[in-house]
């Protein structure tokens, strides 16, 4: 019971409107048709794939950061321990 109400829930729909050129209008009812589906659906589709892309592109940003910001620590860590090992 509980999965089903899960499942209602990620499935449910709200309405969006927007405006777009007559180019880009043409262009999604040509690959709707082209790809036998609704405006509707190939609009979701294209929506969800950007947001799956800016979403990645996001996350490995920040591990470049993080990576950055290790192999600065390291560095100041590696040349720190360096003046250490010399003294013993």
């Given at each position: 019971?509980?999965?089903?109400?899960?499942?209602?829930?990620?499935?449910?729909?709200?309405?969006?409107?927007?405006?777009?050129?007559?180019?880009l209008s043409d262009k999604l009812n040509l690959w709707a048709e082209?790809?036998?589906?609704?405006?509707?659906?190939?609009?979701?589709?294209?929506?969800?794939?950007y947001i799956e892309k800016l979403e990645r592109n996001k996350r490995?940003?920040?591990?470049?950061?993080?990576?950055?910001?290790?192999?600065?620590?390291?560095?100041?860590?590696?040349?720190?321990?360096?003046?250490?090992?010399?003294?013993?």
């Amino acid at each position: 019971m509980e999965n089903h109400m899960e499942n209602l829930l990620s499935t449910q729909k709200s309405r969006l409107q927007l405006s777009i050129t007559s180019d880009l209008s043409d262009k999604l009812n040509l690959w709707a048709e082209k790809l036998e589906t609704t405006l509707s659906e190939l609009t979701r589709k294209a929506l969800s794939d950007y947001i799956e892309k800016l979403e990645r592109n996001k996350r490995e940003q920040e591990v470049a950061e993080a990576c950055a910001r290790y192999r600065q620590f390291n560095k100041k860590f590696s040349s720190e321990w360096a003046k250490f090992e010399t003294r013993i």
